[in-house]
């Protein structure tokens, strides 16, 4: 993450998070609510790939404080807006 400060009270951010393919199976059975279904289960796997890529840029105000001074955690509040762009199943 990396953190621009054009003024003592606000600034940007961005950051960049990557992962590898990843992939999982899972053996799941499905069962009938009603007794007059036929068959009363249905046994199946469930194969899925994933992978997740993310930029975060976004702008942050010090209402209270500045970038610069030591953070006492109950009186500071930081307020931001971000801009999340995901990438995901390829």
Do not use: C
């Not at 992939?23 to 194969?47: D, G, H, R, V």
């Not at 975060?56 to 610069?68: E, I, N, P, R």
């Not at 001074?69 to 009186?75: G, V, Y």
């Amino acid at each position: 993450m990396v953190d621009w400060h054009f003024t003592n009270k606000g600034g940007a951010y961005a950051s960049l998070s990557y992962s590898s393919n990843g992939n999982f199976t899972n053996q799941l059975s499905a069962t009938a609510k009603a007794a007059t279904t036929s068959p009363q289960e249905i046994s199946f796997t469930n194969k899925a790939d994933l992978r997740l890529n993310q930029i975060s840029l976004g702008f942050k105000h010090y209402f209270v404080g500045t970038t610069d001074a030591e953070i006492k955690l109950e009186s500071v509040q930081h307020y931001w807006i971000w801009i999340d762009v995901w990438q995901g199943h390829e």
